[in-house]
């Protein structure tokens, strides 16, 4: 059964027409996202930021100490993994933790937000190994490649709460066709929202439909997370050769491992 | 598919190697690994470089020439990219006249990389993983160089640069220790210097750009000083580390160094790997690059190797007439000798250009060397411009035949030429004196430094 007349009305003005109520940042990680970003960032200041929030240091420390990202030394204490790591590091971990705090949890849908979540944090650090291979920090790319799907769980809540108030169930096999079209639109959204980049912003919006350098990338990193090989066009703009793809890869076992910890 | 001739690499020296061959008749296909033709030249380095060079001047002129009247502070969190806003257009600019100038020449390009089967035989593979097989008569390798990234040194692109990043960093930084004091090194320690970046630069060379004449290495040392960066020469970084946001160089005199950024520009690579040069009979030196002859030969006779990959200067002014010479050779066409005569230009601040030989050549050769000098703070133009140091140097052999010029001074790289063409042209000293020159012009200190070796003439008369 397709969804009733009224829910689709109110759907669509939610997903094209901005009316869409997108989830705010957690305020520790709006202020270490907008620390990490200013020239006078120091360690002090960043560690200050991230302990007002415990839950934080306890999920930083998590993530810090999967294959992705940690090294042959255990990191033990927050000074010490924002040391290691560097600021840029520290806030898209910051940003992994607040995308998976605050949207890919849908009561009812655990299993297939998660996969999402799982999905979009692989095609994060493909973008970052891509970006890398290509003598770039990687930063716009990780945050578009983690954020490229986040438009899913959005709408998927939405529609949800859509039903709830008309007294209606939401049948699962009416969720996905109904989320896919506005996704990418609603993910770019949020990340305004959230105040990155524009250009992260604009990749989101633009990853099934590429036109720049970051948007072929993500739309790449997407493909080999989807543990797809033919990655055809995107390859041909970013320059990326088979035995380069090749390279990137080779990372596959410390990607999935990371995200396995992490999803 | 069969060619005359196959150019591996876009870049300024299989530009010029492809064009000539072209004009010549021969049929030509030049192979680029990127989308895009120009090299490291148009994409990463001379021109991006340039581009927020020409900021950075504009903003010590204006601060100089104003005497103060106008405050130009940058605010601290300067994103770097708003200072080279002009970038794409200039870069697309270039890149679009590099295309249509081969489109026009009739040279075919395909976008792919090339593997050599036999020294006549080379696989190109699209980046569908796909290869054609072409038959070259002739191949012009001109792949160019890349940063050398050392196993110890923690590049990041985040805290750690290496010169095809340096100018993805986000924010202007407050610090930026500069390893190295080369061409590039430099480039980027008196840019980020005079754009207000507290610069350090390391390295073992007592003076930066040591390759040129001493007094002229020494100005761009004292100008890079003045601007208030620091200079530590006889030294070397021993351990780069990183923690948090700022990055330790520790010398080997035990002297730790904090910075906000690090750029490592200590040498590049030729970028040989995936030619499969063994096919081709073809093996790197030491230094991992390609050894050539005077004609830009290889050690195998139909494969020529010029620009980056054969090493020093790596100019693109260099890299283009060895394209150029590598072409007429392999087809038989003649070269006149002046075409030997190729100018160097550093875009320091100030810039620093040379052409011929330095006074030290001259005196090695000749036994003597008569130098004229002017200093342009002397000049009406100099002082107009609130030139407050810059030096020119007319260097003559004992009978005054201008042989070499070296000039150091913003708009060098330009004012090179005059001498160039007095070399050419066999002119002695004098003709500068006998000829007039615009009123007031840079151009002037010519006539200056002849002056002064006419003052020498009649001394040593006397």
Request: one cysteine or more; a neutral charge.
């Amino acid at each position: 059964m397709a969804l009733t007349a009224s829910i689709q009305t109110r759907f669509s003005a939610l997903a094209t027409g901005g009316e869409l109520s997108l989830p705010i940042l957690p305020d520790a990680i709006a202020r270490a996202l907008d620390l990490a970003g200013k020239p006078d960032c120091d360690l002090r200041k960043m560690s200050e930021v991230v302990r007002r929030d415990a839950s934080l240091v306890a999920h930083v420390m998590r993530v810090v100490n999967t294959p992705a990202y940690a090294a042959a030394t255990k990191l033990v204490s927050l000074d010490q993994a924002i040391g290691r790591l560097g600021f840029v590091t520290i806030k898209q971990i910051l940003l992994v933790v607040a995308s998976q705090a605050r949207v890919f949890r849908v009561a009812g849908f655990e299993t297939e937000v998660r996969a999402t979540f799982a999905h979009c944090l692989a095609t994060a650090l493909y973008a970052t190994e891509i970006a890398k291979h290509r003598k770039r920090l990687g930063d716009e790319a990780f945050m578009a490649g983690l954020l490229h799907d986040i438009g899913r769980p959005l709408l998927m809540q939405a529609l949800i709460d859509l039903h709830r108030e008309e007294r209606m169930t939401l049948e699962p096999e009416n969720v996905w066709p109904s989320v896919a079209a506005a996704h990418a639109r609603v993910g770019g959204a949020l990340a305004d929202r959230w105040g990155l980049p524009p250009r992260v912003a604009e990749a989101i919006r633009r990853h099934h439909s590429p036109d720049n350098e970051l948007s072929h990338l993500v739309a790449l990193a997407d493909l080999l997370a989807h543990g797809k090989e033919d990655v055809g066009s995107h390859a041909a703009v970013l320059d990326m050769y088979p035995e380069d793809v090749a390279e990137i890869v080779k990372r596959k076992d410390v990607i999935d491992q990371t995200v396995k910890e992490l999803a | 598919m069969k060619f005359d001739m196959l150019v591996i690499g876009s870049g300024p020296a299989g530009q010029k190697a492809a064009i000539q061959a072209a004009k010549a008749g021969a049929s030509v296909l030049v192979v680029e690994q990127v989308a895009r033709p120009g090299g490291a030249c148009v994409h990463r380095g001379t021109i991006p470089s340039k581009t927020l060079r020409e900021t950075a001047v504009a903003l010590g002129l204006v601060r100089r020439r104003s005497a103060g009247a106008f405050d130009l502070k940058l605010p601290d969190d300067l994103k770097l990219a708003s200072l080279m806003t002009r970038l794409d257009e200039v870069v697309a600019a270039h890149q679009k006249f590099i295309g249509e100038q081969l489109e026009r020449n009739g040279v075919e390009r395909w976008h792919g990389r090339a593997r050599f089967v036999t020294p006549n035989l080379i696989d190109i593979r699209g980046t569908d993983g796909n290869a054609s097989r072409v038959a070259a008569k002739f191949v012009v390798i001109a792949t160019g160089s890349q940063p050398r990234n050392p196993d110890d040194v923690p590049i990041d692109h985040e805290r750690v640069l290496d010169s095809d990043s340096i100018l993805s960093m986000a924010y202007l930084p407050q610090s930026l220790v500069v390893i190295g004091s080369g061409v590039i090194a430099t480039e980027y320690a008196c840019t980020f210097s005079a754009l207000g970046v507290q610069v350090t630069m390391i390295d073992r060379s007592p003076r930066p750009l040591a390759f040129l004449d001493e007094e002229l290495s020494n100005e761009v040392k004292a100008a890079f000083e003045r601007d208030g960066g620091t200079y530590l020469g006889g030294r070397t970084a021993k351990v780069i580390e990183t923690e948090g946001g700022t990055v330790f160089t520790t010398l080997d005199d035990g002297r730790v160094i904090r910075s906000e950024k690090l750029l490592y520009c200590l040498g590049r690579v030729a970028c040989l790997a995936g030619l499969n040069l063994d096919a081709a009979g073809i093996t790197p030196d030491a230094r991992g690059l390609l050894a050539v002859d005077q004609h830009l030969r290889t050690s195998v006779p139909n494969i020529y190797a010029v620009g980056d990959v054969i090493g020093p200067p790596s100019l693109a002014a260099t890299a283009m007439e060895q394209g150029r010479r590598a072409a007429c050779h392999a087809l038989g066409l003649p070269l006149s000798s002046s075409s030997q005569l190729v100018p160097a230009g550093v875009y320091s601040i100030p810039e620093v250009a040379s052409v011929g030989m330095t006074e030290a050549q001259v005196r090695e050769k000749y036994g003597h060397a008569i130098v004229g000098r002017a200093r342009f703070e002397e000049l009406a133009r100099g002082q107009i411009s609130a030139i407050e140091h810059g030096l020119l140097k007319l260097v003559c052999d004992p009978e005054e035949r201008v042989l070499g010029v070296q000039v150091v001074c913003e708009g060098a790289t330009e004012l090179v030429h005059v001498g160039q063409v007095a070399i050419i042209a066999g002119w002695r000293a004098d003709a500068f004196v006998e000829n007039i020159f615009n009123f007031p012009t840079l151009a002037e200190a010519y006539r200056v430094a002849a002056f002064d070796v006419c003052k020498q003439r009649a001394k040593r008369a006397a």
